[in-house]
T-cell receptor
Framework: DAGVTQSPTHLIKTRGQQVTLRCSPK?????VSWYQQALGQGPQFIFQ???????QRGNFPDRFSGHQFPNYSSELNVNALLLGDSALYLC??????????????FGEGSRLTVL | AQSVTQLDSQVPVFEEAPVELRCNYS??????LFWYVQYPNQGLQLLLK??????LVESINGFEAEFNKSQTSFHLRKPSVHISDTAEYFC?????????FGAGTTVTVRA
């Protein structure tokens, strides 16, 4: 049983570019959350998708957007990249009930470097 | 609003010694509490959680945490650590669909 898979694992972009990160949830999970983990910090909640809708959003600008597909996979898009967007981006999945109880299953992340 | 404070950023400890990682939270409503562990170059894994019931919760690898409502704490302990426990540990709180994490505590176990 595959867990949460994310792609790409590493990528380098320059300021002003756009990036798309992808996530496939664990089998049987229909809820996907995205977190940003800057170096030396804890993960920060970006948003959560359930039933192809953004259910909740953290304190991130509109440059951060997402999508969930009918097969529950998800994308995170970041436009107009800034140096401060350099971070590890974590995808987490859960069954709908598990999302409220906080038991999330995390992928290994996509490490984004903005130059 | 919820927030989590992990009081120690780094904890060096010798193998087979005990360790305690401190976590305090603030929330105006009932919460669920968690400890996640992140081994080098890996994603986060759930270590243990408190949802309700007994205030002492245990993990399968010897860690335990105690929920203390009056002190708004959820400290993590292990009586005897192994080299393999070297990792970063995150305390988190949830009362909605998102988790709020602390800044993390790096545990380095030395022989």
């Amino acid at each position: 049983d595959a867990g949460v898979t994310q792609s790409p694992t590493h990528l380098i972009k320059t300021r002003g570019q756009q990036v798309t990160l992808r996530c496939s949830p664990k089998s049987g999970h229909d809820t996907v959350s995205w977190y940003q983990q800057a170096l030396g910090q804890g993960p920060q909640f970006i948003f959560q998708y359930y039933e192809e809708e953004e259910r909740q959003r953290g304190n991130f600008p509109d440059r951060f957007s997402g999508h969930q597909f009918p097969n529950y996979s998800s994308e995170l898009n970041v436009n107009a990249l800034l140096l401060g967007d350099s971070a590890l981006y974590l995808c987490a999945s859960s069954p709908e009930g598990g999302a409220r109880g906080g038991e999330l299953f995390f992928g290994e992340g996509s490490r984004l470097t903005v130059l | 609003a919820q927030s989590v404070t992990q009081l120690d950023s780094q904890v060096p400890v010798f193998e087979e010694a005990p360790v305690e990682l401190r976590c305090n939270y603030s929330s105006s409503v009932s919460v669920y509490l968690f400890w996640y562990v992140q081994y080098p170059n890996q994603g986060l894994q759930l270590l243990l959680k408190y949802l309700s019931g007994s205030t002492l919760v245990e993990s399968i690898n010897g860690f335990e945490a105690e929920f203390n409502k009056s002190q708004t704490s959820f400290h993590l302990r292990k009586p005897s650590v192994h080299i393999s426990d070297t990792a970063e540990y995150f305390c988190a709180v949830s009362n909605d669909y998102k988790l709020s994490f602390g800044a993390g505590t790096t545990v380095t176990v030395r022989a």
